[in-house]
Every structure is written in C-alpha cells, then in structure tokens.
C-alpha cells in the first residue's frame, strides 16, 4: 500500500478531537518540495519566525486546541524521513 509516486506528506491532526472521537480534523498537510516543506490543500497553519516562516501554527478549528509551534527544521526531517503519506496526532 505504498505510493511510490508523489511528495511525502505529512498530515497533522488534531490529537484532542481524536481522543473524545469527534471526526478527525485536519491542522495540516505539509508536502516537502524542492524549497522545504509546505502546506498543501485548505490546511491554514500560520508561519512565522525572524525570517518568515521558522515555525508553524496550528489551530484546531473544531475545539481550539493549538499545538506548540512547530519547528521548519523538525517538519522538514519528519518529511524526508517518510514515504508516501504519514500522520500524527498533536
Ligand atoms: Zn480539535
């Protein structure tokens, strides 16, 4: 069941919405191109840091839960590390 083809991504869902099964949402789906990761589809993380884009913010829309920030650097190793589409739960 491995897609060969395609970028990696990296999805993020939200991990208090799972908990209590309320339908999974999505904080967002990041895709490593050939200038780092970035955020794919409808997702609305919001970047920021001393040159733009160092960490990223994410917000649940369903219950307002907001993850720690996360580091470019560490979405960057999650992505090159995978194949094919990966999730956690934050
Ligand atoms: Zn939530």
């Known amino acids: ?3 060969s083809t ?3 991504t990296l999805i ?3 991990r208090p919405c799972r908990d209590v099964d309320r339908p999974g949402r999505k904080l967002a789906e990041l ?3 050939p200038d780092g990761p970035s ?3 409808h997702t609305i993380g919001q ?3 001393p040159d733009g884009d160092d960490k990223l913010h994410l917000g649940c829309p ?3 839960h907001a993850p720690r920030p996360i580091r470019r650097q ?3 190793q999650a992505l090159a590390a995978i194949t094919g589409k990966s999730t956690v739960y934050l």
């Open 6 to 8: 395609g970028l990696p």
């Open 62 to 64: 369903a219950c307002g």
């Open 39 to 41: 955020q794919t589809h």
């Open 47 to 49: 970047w920021s840091g």
């Open 74 to 76: 560490r979405i960057t």
């Open 1 to 3: 069941m491995r897609h």
């Open 12 to 14: 993020v869902m939200c």
């Open 31 to 33: 895709d490593l191109g």
